[in-house]
């Protein structure tokens, strides 16, 4: 069962334009947010994060928009760049004991920024 | 550089062969995590440490599989009689409360 399901699984965009990636969840008790960028042959960088009492989020050309109701979150990059070109995962969480916030990932979107 | 390390960053090795790799995360961070990322997916949650106490093991798990974080500073994640479905990228992460902080990896090859 895909706790945390990504879409679309790749996206091309022209340099200036809004990207814009959405993942929905299934578990209520999910309660923060991150979303995490990955070059090839790199780990996943943290880009920014929300939790659900907070509709938008927003850091630099980076902002997540948030439907608790509807559980969904979605990422929007403003004036995309090709320096953007990436692979981005959604991901979720909830307290799990002893301190354990582990991450459920979704698939991943290959996004790819042209000139 | 004060972020988390991980090495290798790559390792071949024979089918049936043991690897041992070695996470270093961020120094003021508790909380330590290791995830397995096959090719076009997420990473998947493969065990937690809170200091030295390894707190969650995922069923992804496979008696194979053995993490330990001796002191609670770094942790090693070794894989015993390895098999061709093992072949992944390792990635290990520290947090010191929600946000989780990502290694570059450890790519393995099982041939």
């Known amino acids: 069962q895909q706790q945390v399901k990504q879409s679309p699984q790749s996206l091309i965009v022209q340099k200036g334009g809004i990207s814009i990636i959405n993942c929905a969840y299934e578990?209520?008790?999910?309660?923060?947010f991150p979303w995490y960028q990955q070059f090839p042959g790199k780990g996943p960088a943290l880009l920014i994060a929300?939790?659900?009492?907070?509709s938008e989020k927003k850091e630099g050309r980076f902002t997540i928009s948030f439907n608790k109701s509807a559980k969904q979150f979605s990422l929007h990059i403003m004036d995309s760049q090709p320096g953007d070109s990436a692979t981005y995962f959604c991901?979720?969480?909830?307290?799990?004991?002893?301190?354990?916030?582990?991450?459920?990932f979704g698939k991943g979107t290959l996004l790819t920024v042209n000139p | 550089d004060t972020g988390v390390s991980q090495d290798p960053r790559h390792k071949i090795t024979k089918r049936g062969q043991n690897v041992t790799f070695r996470c270093d995360p961020i120094?003021?961070?508790?909380?330590l995590y290791w995830y397995r990322q096959t090719l076009g997916q997420g990473p998947e949650f493969l065990t937690y440490?809170?200091?030295?106490?390894?707190?969650?093991k995922s069923r992804l798990l496979s008696d194979r599989f053995s993490a330990e974080r001796p002191k609670g500073s770094f942790s090693t994640l070794e894989i015993q009689r390895t098999e061709q479905g093992d072949s992944a990228m390792y990635l290990c992460?520290?947090?010191?409360?929600?946000?989780?902080?990502f290694g570059p990896g450890t790519r393995l090859l099982v041939l």
């Open positions: 992460a520290s947090s010191p409360g929600r946000d989780q902080y």
């Open positions: 578990n209520t008790a999910f309660d923060y």
């Open positions: 929300i939790r659900p009492d907070v």
């Open positions: 991901a979720a969480s909830t307290y799990s004991g002893g301190s354990n916030y582990k991450l459920t």
């Open positions: 120094s003021e961070h508790n909380r």
């Open positions: 440490f809170q200091n030295e106490a390894q707190l969650e």
